[in-house]
């Protein structure tokens, strides 16, 4: 059984920091490219970043470059969602997302596998 487990998410004050965390259980970690999706409330999912399954390969969504840094681990089965000088429109529940396929990177109904999302608040 696939499980995608986020952890990290927080409330924090704008300008502020989080590091968000994805723990993967039940696949083969190092095979599947990992997707950031966020959504906040009255609007819809939307994705923020993507990691190929080697690492090598990096996508984000104009508005958070330059202060998002997606990771992986894959000794860890783990991938991290580092966030800096956040902003209050980043405000949302943030989920992790596994997909075997990178043309698909973007597409959040393409994705597989889903966790749970973890919130995040940022305060003006």
């Known amino acids: 059984q696939v499980q995608l487990v986020e952890s990290g998410g927080g409330l924090v004050q704008a300008g502020g920091s989080l590091r968000l965390s994805c723990a993967a259980s039940?696949?083969?970690?190092?095979?599947?490219?990992m997707g950031w999706f966020r959504q906040a409330p009255g609007k819809e999912r939307e994705f923020a970043a993507a990691?190929?399954?080697?690492?090598?390969?990096?996508h984000y969504r104009d508005s958070v470059k330059g202060r998002f840094i997606i990771s992986r681990d894959n000794a860890k089965n783990t991938v991290y969602l580092q966030m800096n000088n956040l902003e209050p429109e980043d405000t949302a529940i943030y989920y992790c997302?596994?997909?075997?396929?990178?043309?698909?990177?973007?597409?959040?109904?393409?994705?597989?596998?889903w966790g749970r999302g973890a919130q995040v608040t940022v305060s003006s």
């Open positions: 039940g696949l083969t970690f190092n095979t599947y490219v």
């Open positions: 997302a596994a997909d075997r396929r990178w043309d698909d990177r973007t597409d959040h109904w393409k994705y597989n596998y």
């Open positions: 990691i190929s399954a080697s690492g090598l390969n990096i």
